[in-house]
Nanobody, 119 residues
Framework: QVQLVESGGGLVQAGTSLRLSCAAS????????MGWFRQGPGKEREFVAG????????VYADSVKGRFTISRDTAKNTVYLQMNSLKSEDTAVYYC????????????WGQGTQVTVSS
């Protein structure tokens, strides 16, 4: 069973930073490629950041490029999303997701963590 547990969300002011974490089991971490999505109020869920098809490079949505960084710590089986220069439009529920390497479909999802950016 694939379990993804996000943490690190909260209420912050615009211009500040926040780091989200997504913890997984060792088997999940070594088997799947993980990424981050978000769903803002009244909006559809959208891709934020992830690792490439090969898993060797990172990819970002244009709206977060240069401000957000995805990384992973294999020793802790954890993927991070460092979010800098936060804007009010970054307010959303952020989800960690996992997919089989080589597939474009994310099959497993965490429960989500709320990020609220006040202007």
């Amino acid at each position: 069973q694939v379990q993804l547990v996000e943490s690190g969300g909260g209420l912050v002011q615009a211009g500040t930073s926040l780091r989200l974490s997504c913890a997984a089991s060792a088997r999940t971490f070594s088997t799947y490629t993980m990424g981050w999505f978000r769903q803002g109020p009244g909006k559809e869920r959208e891709f934020v950041a992830g690792f490439s098809w090969s898993g060797r490079t990172t990819v970002y949505a244009d709206s977060v490029k240069g401000r957000f960084t995805i990384s992973r710590d294999t020793a802790k089986n954890t993927v991070y999303l460092q979010m800098n220069s936060l804007k009010s439009e970054d307010t959303a529920v952020y989800y960690c997701a996992a997919r089989v390497p080589g597939s474009s479909d994310y099959s497993y999802w965490g429960q989500g963590t709320q990020v609220t950016v006040s202007s």
